[in-house]
């Protein structure tokens, strides 16, 4: 493995905000690039993997409205888990918020300003118990960071508090017009999930809360378990959902519109279809995993799929071979983290799209990447070999469909996450 050191200290990167204030502090770059030893193409690690980073989740954005930071939490970086941004040009870090109750696995970064929104869980003592909805404003918070002139507090404001009671499952997402955020819930509380076991099931449903009085209303309640909230980015008023169940649903995607009506079944499943993973293609199309794992679901087409939200048509995007998992496996790339028997056949397992419909993106089982030509059906393997421990890759298109985001345990074998890029380079070479 070739490893190029790029990290580029500046005197922004030397500033360290007051103790008082941890909001807007300042880490220095780790940034490094990494060449991939099976395709040759550089890998840049935006973060050294020591510290427990991970990404927001595949069905949100990433990049900050400004086009140049990307939004992340961390476990290691201060006192709890907190919400951070690395500027992707300069490698910098920037803490973003600070305190108990940060609700950081379930960020939302703004399309339409420099602004993200995050759920404050209540702190021990907490006489009122209650969740609220918040909004950072990126733009003064980034600049006092970089003037060295962070101040406590200032840049948050409380969206909204959540009806007493409120449990958050299946997180919360952003409108089209971003007007509204959409919240799951659990109508009461679910059993502890026991090692290896479903997730307990419970009735669940949407809440919706506006985001400029904070008044919230119910859209939908459902009789199974919240998952995977997700608004259309180009739709006002289309949300898609999950039934959750930490495996196979018998039928996991359904849409619904904002007041409660129109709710159906997306993608109705046969008997062998184990769905997963979707998220928005563009306005009128999700993409999806139908998971071809095991030796008995190939028994019908698996793979990376697409269908239409108005006439229910599919596309089919390719799966990877079985053959291809061998050849994987004998070249030393078989991830022993996963586990495997003699029915495992691998297969995509998430995926990822640009919106122009141009390109799609899958990881496999043992932690590669791979890029789909969607006018060709042309699979490329862009890089190999990320521990899909303690997390998955995950991966990301960036806005302009140049880059990919992902989180790897490569440098840890499997310890920690860092943050990666990798270029798209059919798409850079344009």
């Known amino acids: ?97 600070e305190g108990p109750g940060v609700g950081a696995g379930s960020v939302n970064v703004a399309r339409k300003s420099n602004r993200i929104y995050y759920m404050r869980y209540p702190a021990p003592g907490d006489a009122e118990g209650r969740i609220r909805l918040i909004e950072v404003d990126l733009t003064p918070l980034l600049a006092a960071a970089a003037a060295g002139t962070p101040r406590a507090g200032g840049y948050e404001r409380v969206v909204a508090t959540m009806p007493e009671g409120h449990i958050e499952a299946g997180g919360f997402t952003l409108d089209a017009d971003e007007k509204t955020a959409y919240v799951g819930f659990d ?62 649903a018998p039928q996991r995607m359904w849409v619904v519109k904002a007041d409660g009506s129109g709710n159906r079944p997306l993608y109705k499943e046969g008997p062998l279809d184990w769905v997963t993973h979707e998220q ?17 679901l190939r028994q019908v087409p698996t793979g990376i799929l697409v269908v239409n939200l108005r006439d229910n048509t599919v596309e089919h995007l390719g799966q990877i071979p079985i053959e291809d998992f061998k050849r994987t496996a004998l070249a030393g790339f078989n991830d022993p983290n996963i586990p495997k028997d003699e029915t495992s056949t691998g297969g995509y397992w998430h995926n990822a799209v640009t919106y122009d419909g141009r390109f799609a993106a899958g990881d496999d089982f043992d932690g590669n990447v791979h890029l789909i030509d969607r006018s060709t059906g042309e699979r490329t393997l862009l890089t190999t070999g990320h521990r899909m421990r303690p997390d998955h890759t995950h991966p990301s298109f960036s806005p302009d469909g140049s880059r990919l985001l992902i989180q790897s345990g490569r440098q840890t074998d499997g310890r920690t996450l860092a943050l990666a890029i990798v270029p798209v380079p059919e798409a850079t070479a344009e």
């Not at 991970?54 to 990049?63: E, F, L, R």
């Not at 998971?291 to 008995?296: A, D, S, T």
Request: some cysteine; glycine content about 10%; proline content about 7%.
């Open 280 to 296: 928005f293609a563009d306005a009128d199309h999700v993409i999806f995993n139908l998971m071809g794992h095991k030796r008995e």
């Open 187 to 248: 109508a009461r509380r679910a059993p502890r999930r026991e090692p290896g076991q479903p997730v307990p099931q419970v009735p669940g449903g949407i809440r919706a809360i506006d985001i400029a009085t904070g008044k919230v209303r119910t859209v939908i309640e459902t009789p199974f378990r919240m998952g995977h909230v997700q608004a259309n980015p180009f739709v006002p008023g289309e949300i898609l959902y999950c039934h959750e169940t930490g495996g196979d």
């Open 1 to 97: 493995m070739i490893i190029r050191h790029t990290l580029m200290l500046s005197a922004l990167a030397a500033i360290t905000a007051p103790a008082a204030a941890q909001v807007g502090r300042v880490y220095p770059s780790e940034m490094r690039t990494v060449v991939d030893r099976t395709t040759g193409r550089p890998i840049t690690y935006l973060t050294d993997g020591a510290k427990g980073d991970s990404k927001i989740y595949p069905t949100h954005p990433q990049w900050a409205h400004d086009g140049r930071h990307i939004v992340f939490r961390s476990s290691a970086r201060a006192e709890g888990s907190q919400i951070f941004a690395v500027d992707e040009i300069t490698g910098v870090i920037v803490q973003l918020s």
